[in-house]
């Protein structure tokens, strides 16, 4: 069975801090894609990042940075000097081709970055 | 613009109606999804479907339906059998298998 695990229900952290989001996943493919998206208060969900699972390099985006391990079966995201706007709930979400359509998500980790 | 657009954004039912809920894309998206999203359980899947007159169950599909008979357009159906409906529904669409989806603004269902 598919499924994703973000252990972290919530954190909270001072402005300009570094957080990191952990995403944990499980599958029996081999072909699979891992994405995160984030959910402002206002509640749709905005795509951030999809990684396949034949390309382990990290990525970087601005003060976004994702780390994958296959041999952790995690996908974690790190945001580096936060801001108030980086207060969401965010989500790591899994797709597996060969197997069915679905995207299975975590519940989701909601980030407070306090002033 | 191009995008996903849910409507109602608020929709407050009587116990015991059933309630259709609007998705409707113009990306030419072949992929739809109808997801509940309750307090703390993240997004769990409703229904899903990959081509027009063809739809597939998700996780919790008691007490909804769907159709597809239009690429553009998925509406979900909470029935009178859905024990528990009050929640956030959100659509969303994606154009093959293994690209990101992207997601309308949702409907935020109240029934009393």
């Known amino acids: 069975a598919q499924k994703v695990t973000q252990a972290q229900t919530e954190i909270s952290v001072v402005e300009k801090e570094d957080v990191t989001l952990d995403c944990v996943y499980e599958?029996?493919?081999?072909?699979?894609?891992l994405f995160w998206y984030k959910q402002p208060p206002s509640g749709e969900l905005v795509f951030l990042i999809r990684?396949?699972?034949?390309?382990?390099q990290n990525e970087i985006s601005g003060r976004y940075s994702w780390n994958f391990q296959k041999s952790t079966s995690s996908f974690n995201f790190t945001i580096t000097a936060s801001q108030v706007v980086d207060s969401a709930v965010y989500f790591c979400?899994?797709?597996?081709?060969?197997?069915?359509?679905?995207?299975?998500f975590g519940k989701g980790t909601r980030l407070h970055i306090l002033p | 613009d191009g995008g996903i657009t849910q409507s109602p954004k608020y929709l407050f039912r009587k116990e015991g109606q059933n309630v259709t809920l609007s998705c409707e894309q113009n990306?030419?998206?072949?992929?739809m999804y109808w997801y509940r999203q309750d307090p703390g359980q993240g997004l769990r899947l409703i229904y899903y479907?990959?081509?027009?007159?063809?739809?597939q169950k998700g996780d919790i599909a008691e007490g909804y339906s769907v159709s597809r008979e239009k690429k553009e357009s998925f509406p979900l159906t909470v029935t009178s059998a859905q024990k528990n409906p009050t929640a956030f529904y959100l659509c969303?669409?994606?154009?093959?298998?293994?690209?990101?989806?992207?997601f309308g603004q949702g409907t935020r269902l109240t029934v009393v």
């Open positions: 990684r396949n699972s034949f390309d382990e």
């Open positions: 479907s990959q081509i027009v007159n063809d739809f």
């Open positions: 990306l030419n998206h072949d992929a």
């Open positions: 969303a669409s994606r154009v093959v298998r293994g690209t990101e989806a992207f």
């Open positions: 979400a899994l797709s597996a081709p060969n197997r069915d359509d679905k995207i299975i």
């Open positions: 599958t029996r493919d081999t072909t699979y894609y």
